[in-house]
């Protein structure tokens, strides 16, 4: 079975400092990763996925992720938090011979960006 | 462009009430479809998801029920709502195909279920 775990339920960051909020997974074989932000009363927005070949991915906003496999991490990151990043985080994993309801999801990161 | 479709955005209901809830999208074909609960602002619950129309798995057991009456429509219903069911509801989209389960998941803006 696959699993996501992300460890913190609430980070906090200052306006213009550097943001990371973590994600380890497991699952058979190679995943596929997936990161998403969700605003109040919203559904999830999608912000970058992992699936093969450079272990740093760019994605929307201007965040990022690192793909570790020896630490089996992909942690979200971000050069310099803005206020308007706050919002629920959630890492997401698939294997890569998952069917089509096989996207595991985290319990979600507060991220709260003080100004 | 592909969009997702849900309504309404918030629902009062009392307990032992009907439900239909419906998510549709716009903007391409064949889509895998799902419904997930969350409950509490957190964690995501899958409950249903449709490779196909009137393809239905359900992940969990339940009083609710889903249907695809449609290649791009997708219903969640239930004949008698509990106070449990109350969460917010999202429903999702993806590309159909094993082959591309690199793809990501969108989500549509979700309903908000109060059960009184």
């Known amino acids: 079975a696959q699993s996501v775990a992300q460890p913190e339920d609430q980070v906090n960051v200052a306006e213009g400092n550097p943001l990371t909020v973590k994600c380890t997974y497991s699952?058979?074989?190679?995943?596929?990763l997936f990161w998403y932000v969700q605003y109040p009363n919203r559904g999830l927005q999608f912000l970058l996925k992992?699936?093969?070949?450079?272990?740093l991915v760019k994605g929307s906003y201007g965040f990022e992720a690192e793909f570790n496999k020896s630490q089996t991490s992909f942690h979200l990151k971000k050069p310099s938090a803005l206020v308007s990043d706050s919002a629920l985080y959630f890492c997401?994993?698939?294997?890569?011979?998952?069917?089509?309801?096989?996207?595991?999801f985290g319990s979600g990161t507060q991220l709260t960006v003080l100004p | 462009s592909q969009t997702i479709h849900q309504w309404p955005a918030t629902l009062v209901q009392p307990v032992g009430s009907p439900l239909s809830l419906e998510c549709t999208v716009e903007?391409?074909?064949?889509?895998?479809l799902y419904w997930y609960r969350q409950a509490a602002g957190r964690g995501l619950q899958l409950l249903f998801y449709?490779?196909?129309?009137?393809?239905i798995s359900s992940e969990v057991p339940q009083n609710l029920s889903a249907s695809r009456p449609q290649d791009r429509q997708f219903i969640l219903s239930s004949k008698k709502l509990l106070l449990s069911d109350s969460g917010f509801y999202l429903c999702?989209?993806?590309?159909?195909?094993?082959?591309?389960?690199?793809?990501?998941?969108?989500f549509g803006d979700g309903t908000r279920l109060s059960i009184l």
């Open positions: 699952v058979s074989g190679n995943p596929y």
């Open positions: 449709s490779v196909g129309i009137g393809q």
């Open positions: 992992y699936i093969t070949g450079d272990n």
């Open positions: 903007g391409t074909s064949n889509p895998n």
């Open positions: 999702a989209w993806s590309v159909r195909g094993d082959r591309l389960s690199n793809q990501p998941q969108h």
């Open positions: 997401a994993v698939r294997g890569i011979s998952g069917s089509a309801r096989q996207l595991t």
